[in-house]
């Protein structure tokens, strides 16, 4: 089993075809075919199965991706780590942050790391709360810059700051009472962010 192996039989999987497969990757039908067939001998099942003109990944098949995607993701954070260590300007590291902490918190510290460190690689995923999560808990981002960190996470907090939300509405809706303006804040119409956002989410706890 090799790292190619490994590499082309996810490709495959997710793009759903060996024709698709090779030309990202840039190489024979052929010799997708033959990683494939290769670890299914090692392994002894099915990875992939004929589904009409096309193929399918088999249940065997997507456990097995599923483990393969991790081990990769493992192995090529520590090839990172590895050069980091051996030269520390010239790292990398991958950010996954929102849209609000992207825009007012993260471009004027990477700016600043930019010109401290010119050398080191930076990449940069900016995406709502469930996605940028989701990012770290599958390894595919090394920090992230988000608010309300998933409890079932195992992840370490760096740091905390407040985030502010506020309602915006029509001038005369300022002049209600209190209990008036949550009454009437609970059949409004309402402009909100998508599923997943963390402001979506404040806003679906307040009403």
């Known amino acids: 089993m090799t790292l190619n192996q490994l590499r082309t039989f996810l490709a495959v999987v997710e793009l ?44 065997a098949g997507v456990t097995f991706a599923d483990a393969a995607r991790t081990s990769l993701q493992h192995l090529d954070r520590g090839v990172r780590v590895v050069r980091s260590v051996e ?13 609000t902490a992207a825009e007012r918190l993260l471009i004027p510290r990477l700016a600043a790391f930019r010109r401290e460190h010119p050398e080191a690689e930076v990449h940069v995923r900016v995406g709502n709360r469930t996605t940028v999560w989701d990012a770290l808990r599958d390894h595919d981002a090394d920090l992230v810059v988000a608010g309300r960190p998933p409890s079932s996470l195992a992840a ?11 309602v915006v509405g ?10 008036d303006t949550l009454a009437h804040m609970s059949t409004a119409t309402w402009l909100l962010r998508e599923e997943g956002s963390g402001t979506r989410i404040a806003a679906d706890e307040l009403v």
């Open 16 to 59: 759903g075809s060996v024709r698709g497969a090779a030309e990202h990757l840039v190489v024979s039908q052929p010799a997708v075919s033959g990683a494939v067939s290769a670890l299914e001998r090692e392994l002894g099942v099915d990875l992939v199965e004929r589904f009409g003109r096309g193929l399918r990944v088999t249940p």
């Open 87 to 99: 030269e520390p300007g010239r790292g990398a590291v991958r950010i996954a942050a929102i849209a």
């Open 156 to 166: 370490e907090i760096l740091g905390r700051a407040t985030n502010t939300l506020v």
């Open 170 to 179: 029509l001038p005369e809706q300022a002049r209600r009472s209190r209990r």
